[in-house]
């Protein structure tokens, strides 16, 4: 996956501190002026894709500022959405050809909204749609679970929101500069993230003979909760389901609590720490196992969490990318310890082209 990253980087994320994608949308057609008409970002996506994008949410908002929001893509031209000359539809589907996606690029379409794709086949009905095409760049992803496409998807987001940024103007150089050169340190950052693998084997095979599992994290994390919820699903055929922490667990969910139910919590060095560290605290006191992800050095959740797993340091807005793998290599090993096929894994197709 680093080589992975590498590929979707090259040519994009130069060491002058600066991201071009210039290359993948035409200057003619991608503007300042056309940049700074923009008033809105929609981001359509199904499944992993759709994690990606509520990743992509921080980063528009942020470094574009630009109102953003994710749909799935499924239900998007259900609810009849108001669109128009000004909203920038972004849809990822790394098939280029998921039918939901391509469903909501026609309703887009209709509506005369300005359409980039992010896809990893290239030539697909999605570019095909589009007016500009970000290519993933990562080769053929065999397996059926979404893993190095989901990771290049959300650099790309960081990429584009940086160049909008850019283009209108909203983005300081300094910024900018400092983005770049913490992205660049992501192929660095995951392979040590990879060799956590020793480590995460033991716990999946802990954790293989539970049925439930609960995903918490919070911000620009919490779609790392889904997505880690997602992979488990997936391949060990768990029930696995993902929360706003502070948020949300009170709401309900804190109900499921007890020896039986582990709790994967992602508390990263971050401004929502102490209230993470209020979440473990609350699933201790309910004897339920908490496996802690917390940044490189932290350890203060220590003698509260069962399993720690330390992360390398990244840049808090790029945490999502390095925080994927070590969810994606838990999955993988407790799908393994039970004995399920983790590449091809039942009921599942890699590319969804029916309703």
């Known amino acids: 996956q680093p080589d992975a990253v590498l590929d979707a980087m090259r040519g994009r994320y130069l060491a002058s501190g600066r991201v071009d994608l210039s290359g993948d949308l035409p200057p003619e057609r991608f503007t300042p002026e056309w940049a700074q008409r923009l008033n809105r970002v929609v981001i359509v996506g199904m499944g992993t894709s759709m994690h990606a994008g509520m990743v992509g949410r921080h980063y528009l908002e942020r470094f574009a500022r630009l109102p953003a929001e994710f749909d799935n893509s499924a239900e998007f031209r259900y609810r009849k959405p108001v669109l128009d000359d000004r909203t920038l539809v ?8 998921t039918v939901d996606t391509l469903a909501a690029m026609d309703e887009a379409k209709r509506s005369g909204c300005p359409q980039i794709t992010l896809c990893n086949t290239p030539g697909s009905q999605t570019t095909r749609v589009a007016d500009g095409t970000l290519l993933l760049r990562v080769g053929p992803e065999i397996a059926v679970a979404s893993t190095k496409t989901m990771l290049a998807s959300m650099v790309l987001l960081h990429a584009l929101a940086l160049y909008l ?97 582990p709790t994967v919590a992602i508390a990263l060095r971050d401004e929502v720490a102490d209230k993470m560290r209020s979440n473990i605290e609350q699933v201790r006191a309910r004897r339920g196992e908490v496996v802690a992800m917390v940044s490189h050095g932290d350890r203060g959740l220590a003698n509260v969490a069962s399993d720690l797993i330390e992360l390398p340091e990244v840049d808090p807005l790029l945490a999502p990318i390095v925080a994927t793998v070590p969810l994606q290599l838990l999955a993988y090993y407790i799908g393994t310890s039970r004995g399920a096929d983790v590449d091809q894994p039942r009921n599942l197709a890699k590319t969804v082209t029916v309703e």
């Open 90 to 97: 972004i849809s990822i589907a790394q098939s280029g050809e």
């Open 165 to 261: 940024g850019h283009l209108r103007g909203t983005l300081p150089a300094e910024t900018e500069e400092a983005q770049v050169d913490a992205a660049l340190h992501l192929p660095a950052a995951l392979a040590e993230a990879l060799d956590l693998a020793p480590q995460i084997e033991r716990m999946g095979q802990h954790y293989a003979t539970r049925e439930d599992f609960l995903f918490l994290g919070r911000g620009v994390n919490y779609p790392i909760a889904l997505e880690g919820a997602l992979k488990l699903k997936e391949v060990s055929y768990i029930h696995a389901e993902g929360f706003y922490a502070a948020g949300e667990m009170k709401h309900g969910p804190i109900a499921l609590i007890d020896e039986k139910m």
